[in-house]
């Protein structure tokens, strides 16, 4: 099935697909390419797969979304895929008021110009950034990573497109049947099994337009009160999950060190929360495009979004 997305201008799918090669926790989940990637979910059960391209350029986008199961797609769960793409791109963010404020900032104009049609890349889903935020915690980045992946082999779904297998992650349903023990044995250590089956028991059971919609104050109190969450993990699923900003409370040495390269001068972390804080609900698109600094590139001329 093929089907077509028109996201809000500027759009430039080379500048996601930069961000999804350094980015640490979707690591080998997706096939990245030139000019397209290729990614799984799991729907009703169901893996799909789905491969975007970009037409047109930044200013004039327009994405052609091919999906690939081994069964029929019901129209339920086609536009449930479709939604997760758009999702996961953030093709429905209007970029505007972010633009305006960074162009009158001298620190961030240059990066934000250099950046144009960059938009919030997210995991698919606000399950999948909760369950990466409980099993992430205090451990190494590669031993997460691991974690994550036996989880995604145990209870998620697959599909094959042109020979390479895709591993869906797992919906919340698949992860609580799981039961504690055997969540324990795939999540070793503390009290990741615990966390994630309370996740999934949360999450089976919520209605996602409340976690989309609802005043933030509402949506933080609900995660906090699962167990296993806290200030940061909840902040960590509202912006990585869901695009909301709640405050700069996640903070790394990295963001700093990119924030003082930035500013030409060195920055504390209370320095970094308050530029983030000056954006106001644009503070999480202040701190993804210093994050971004790092390791996107801008596409070099008659890359950008290439016409067809």
């Given at each position: 099935m093929s089907l077509a997305l028109r996201p809000v201008a500027p759009f430039d799918l080379s500048l996601s697909l930069e961000f999804l090669r350094g980015f640490g926790p979707m690591a080998g989940e997706q096939l990245v390419e030139a000019g397209s990637f290729t990614k799984a979910i799991c729907c009703s059960g169901q893996a799909v797969a789905f491969r975007v391209r970009q037409k047109g350029d930044r200013d004039r986008p327009i994405l052609d979304v091919d999906l690939f199961s081994d069964r029929a797609l019901s129209a339920g769960v086609w536009r449930h895929v479709l939604g997760r793409v758009q999702a996961l791109l953030s093709t429905d963010e209007d970029l505007g008021p972010f633009h305006a404020l960074a162009a009158a900032d001298p620190a961030m104009a240059?990066?934000?110009?250099?950046?144009?049609?960059?938009?919030?890349?997210?995991?698919?889903?606000?399950?999948?950034?909760?369950?990466?935020?409980?099993?992430?915690?205090?451990?190494?980045?590669?031993?997460?990573?691991?974690?994550?992946c036996a989880l995604m082999r145990r209870a998620g779904a697959s599909v094959v497109v042109d020979g390479v297998e895709h591993w869906g992650f797992p919906e919340p349903r698949a992860v609580e049947s799981l039961g504690e023990t055997e969540?324990?044995?795939?999540?070793?250590?503390?009290?990741?099994?615990?966390?994630v089956l309370e996740l999934a028991r949360a999450f089976s059971?919520?209605?996602?337009?409340?976690?989309?919609?609802?005043?933030?104050?509402?949506?933080?109190?609900?995660?906090?009160?699962?167990?296993?969450?806290g200030p940061f993990t909840s902040g960590f699923v509202l912006y990585r999950g869901l695009g909301r900003f709640d405050?700069?409370?996640?903070?790394?040495?990295?963001?700093v060190d990119a924030a003082s390269r930035i500013h030409g001068?060195?920055?504390?972390?209370?320095?970094?929360?308050?530029?983030?804080?000056?954006?106001?609900?644009?503070?999480?698109?202040?701190?993804?495009?210093?994050?971004?600094?790092?390791?996107?590139?801008?596409?070099?001329p008659g890359r950008q979004a290439a016409a067809s």
């Open positions: 240059p990066l934000v110009s250099r950046l144009r049609g960059l938009h919030h890349v997210k995991f698919p889903s606000a399950f999948e950034a909760a369950c990466w935020g409980v099993i992430n915690q205090r451990i190494q980045l590669p031993l997460a990573r691991a974690m994550k969540l324990a044995r795939l999540l070793p250590g503390g009290r990741r099994a615990r966390a059971s919520v209605d996602e337009r409340f976690l989309e919609r609802a005043p933030i104050d509402e949506v933080r109190e609900w995660l906090r009160a699962i167990h296993g969450v405050g700069a409370t996640m903070i790394s040495p990295k963001l001068r060195p920055l504390s972390a209370s320095d970094v929360a308050h530029l983030a804080g000056e954006y106001g609900a644009w503070g999480g698109h202040w701190m993804l495009y210093v994050w971004a600094s790092t390791f996107v590139d801008a596409p070099a």
